[in-house]
């Protein structure tokens, strides 16, 4: 049997998850693969132990960790700071993998049964990763709880009571018809039986969008479903086999399987399957299909095709949306936000710069009500927590090129009135050598130049107005940028032909080696109410958007030059900030 080796690594908040390591058998010059496993909820990394020998992979590295408040890794049990912190842990894991270990995500294999299957899911989602497959086990896409109406009751305790504890009702012998692994279950006093409700929510949360959108995963994909489970629903998993956007995708239904798939009695069967998928992976070309025209052919154009048709007139939908205008023309007379979004547009840098500042504002109190419901909208607090991500990437950036020596000649080419920007560099150390701030709108221009001259940046900062999708006038920027910032503004414009130009022409400006900072709209729970009732700055037509899948917005970026180097990501999957290196 290999011999594991235990391990540490840090994540992004500092906490330090223990994992373990089977190093591989492999001949000299051999490339190094691995097989990266995620237990399921409760347990831990040792738990999937046993797939390191049965699986029969002796040239490929394993590793397995034990998530935070599992097993070995500290945290309250069964607990985490949120969902998609957990997920992000996931991509700090993978990450520490390639620099400790030296083994690149193209030359990784994932295996993920039942929560962490749900987890990975939401990575390989919001993250678009590079690794070679995934395999997911009986994921936990739908747990059935057993109680009429347990989710909104549980959300309902919740808003009453804040975090809190439920014990699992699952019994080993519900999980695998395996004798010793049920026996295992029972003495094994790392497994714990609470779960958060923050922890439990956030994974149906998590999972009803990444069902609904998993035509935005590319990753080749093996899904195993077993045909005896009593803890979690088939119907989701079927879904989300149906909706992948991978053509490489295999589903196997086990007859008589409980929910430990990979811990199953007669579970030999189900590893060779699993066993030739992550070969045959291997021996493909790591590759991925071009989304590069995902603006003219699939899910996302279709959809906003979809959200850009006019409704019959008296369909009970377009009646629908027809009293939500109505509601919203309403609160113009009480909101001050409100009011301005229909001035200036609701995708309006003006309307930005008022979401940022978070400061509901209108008639009276009951106006103040209107405009905190209204500023307290998901997208919204998605918008202010894109700012954040932002501002984090871009002092980063800053950062290492003040370790490299180099200077920092920064350049915002959207910069509407450019609060996020000017506030990132508050409280650095060692100002910027120059920032220029560009935007189409004269009335963005104006207020963010009042904004300098407030914050006392005159001597380093100007604002001119320009255009975003001119290559020619981007490529010839001066001084050359060594930080470039596109914030808010390709989600705004279905149009690759137009990303393209914008990147091509900051790749011909930005020196080699210097930093982009992008953004990306992946997902938006509301997509509808911003097509049917709000309104665009570009001559008041409707705010039609067409997401882009991380994957698609990775890949523009790629062709015109830069690599990814990091990325965040609110905790509802909405908006997404990277940060990229110009590579010659």
Request: glycine letters at 8%; one cysteine or more.
């Amino acid at each position: 049997m290999r011999q594991a080796h235990s391990s540490h690594f840090t994540t992004h908040d500092g906490v330090e998850l223990f994992y373990r390591h089977w190093p591989a058998q492999r001949e000299p010059g051999q490339d190094r693969k691995a097989v990266v496993m995620f237990h399921r909820g409760h347990e831990h990394g040792g738990r999937m132990a046993h797939l390191v020998d049965e699986l029969d992979l002796p040239d490929h590295d394993f590793f397995a960790w034990d998530a935070r408040g599992h097993g070995q890794s500290p945290g309250t049990r069964g607990d985490s700071p949120g969902f998609a912190h957990s997920v992000r842990d996931v991509q700090t894991f993978i990450d520490h993998i390639g620099e400790q270990h030296g083994i690149a995500q193209p030359q990784i294999a994932v295996l993920a049964q039942s929560v962490g299957a749900v987890l990975v899911a939401t990575w390989a989602h919001d993250y678009a990763p590079r690794v070679r497959c995934l395999v997911l086990a009986s994921p936990a896409f739908d747990i059935k709880l057993y109680v009429p109406f347990a989710r909104p009751g549980l959300k309902a305790l919740r808003a009453w009571r804040g975090n809190f504890f439920v014990n699992s009702y699952v019994k080993p012998q519900l999980l695998t018809h395996d004798p010793e692994r049920v026996m295992s279950y029972r003495s094994d006093p790392l497994i714990t039986r609470p779960i958060s409700v923050n922890m439990l929510l956030g994974l149906y949360d998590a999972a009803d969008r990444v069902v609904a959108d998993a035509q935005a995963i590319q990753i080749p994909t093996q899904l195993l479903i077993s045909g005896a489970d009593v803890v979690v629903r088939r119907k989701p998993q079927e879904d989300f086999f149906d909706r992948l956007g991978t053509l490489h995708k295999e589903k196997h239904i086990l007859p008589g399987f409980f929910h430990d798939t990979l811990g199953e009695r007669d579970r030999g069967h189900a590893l060779a399957r699993i066993r030739r998928f992550v070969l045959n992976c291997f021996e493909q070309p790591s590759t991925r299909p071009s989304l590069l025209d995902a603006d003219k052919q699939g899910a996302s154009c279709a959809e906003a095709e979809s959200l850009a048709a006019p409704l019959p007139k008296y369909s009970p939908r377009n009646l629908y949306w027809q009293a939500t205008r109505a509601s919203l023309r309403l609160g113009k007379g009480l909101s001050e936000g409100i009011k301005l979004g229909f001035d200036t547009g609701f995708d309006s840098g003006s309307t930005l710069d008022y979401v940022y500042r978070n400061t509901p504002t209108g008639k009276g109190r009951l106006g103040e009500l209107v405009d905190r419901n209204y500023i307290d909208a998901i997208g919204w607090r998605g918008i202010r927590q894109r700012k954040l991500h932002a501002e984090e990437l871009l002092r980063l950036a800053i950062a290492r090129l003040r370790e490299q020596g180099r200077p920092v000649h920064i350049v915002d080419i959207a910069a509407g009135h450019a609060r996020y920007i000017l506030e990132a560099l508050e409280g650095l150390e060692q100002r910027p050598d120059s920032i220029l701030l560009r935007d189409y709108s004269e009335l963005n221009v104006s207020q963010g130049s009042a904004l300098i001259a407030e914050k006392g940046l005159g001597d380093i900062a100007r604002f001119v107005r320009g255009d975003a999708f001119d290559r020619a006038s981007l490529a010839a920027l001066d001084p050359r940028p060594s930080v470039a910032v596109v914030s808010g503004l390709y989600e705004l414009f279905p149009d690759n032909d137009l990303i393209r130009a914008s990147l091509g022409g900051l790749a011909d400006a930005v020196e080699d080696g210097g930093y982009l900072v992008y953004t990306g709209q992946p997902w938006h729970p509301q997509l509808e109410m911003i097509a049917r009732a709000l309104t665009s700055h570009r001559d008041g037509q409707p705010w039609v958007m067409r997401r882009r899948s991380q994957a698609e917005m990775d890949q523009l970026v790629e062709a015109a030059g830069f690599r990814k180097l990091e990325q965040r990501i609110d905790e509802w999957g909405i908006f997404s900030v990277s940060l990229a290196r110009r590579v010659r």
